[in-house]
């Protein structure tokens, strides 16, 4: 690449908005059939575990005796395979994205 060549790249972007978005602050906006986070209400689950036997990944984990629904969020790969066969539709994928961490990464709901 010439000093030329550099300069314009240079000079074009002194005056342009950056193109990266300051995340934490602004938040982005997903479009619409965007795959997000399975999110469950707790007060409609029957805990029948069909969920847990249609998870391609075996993320999802149910024990209807102490009432427990748990899902790894590093396994899932939110393909939207246990909300379609949920008999109570309580479960939901949202678009709202935001990635786990190690301390994140399993969700345990009980009633």
Do not use: H
Request: proline residues 8%.
């Amino acid at each position: 690449m010439s000093i030329l060549e550099m300069g314009k790249v240079v000079l074009k972007n002194l005056f342009n908005k950056p193109v990266t978005e300051r995340y934490p602050f602004v938040k982005k906006e997903y479009p619409s059939g965007a795959r997000g986070k399975v999110n469950i209400d707790p007060a409609k689950c029957i805990y029948c575990g069909i969920c847990q036997r249609k998870c391609p990944t075996a993320a999802i984990v149910t024990t209807k005796e102490p009432k427990v629904w748990t899902i790894d969020r590093m396994r899932c790969i939110s393909c939207n395979a246990c909300v379609e066969v949920c008999p109570k539709k309580c479960l939901v994928l949202d678009v709202m994205y935001s990635p786990c961490s190690a301390k994140q990464g399993t969700d345990s709901f009980r009633p």
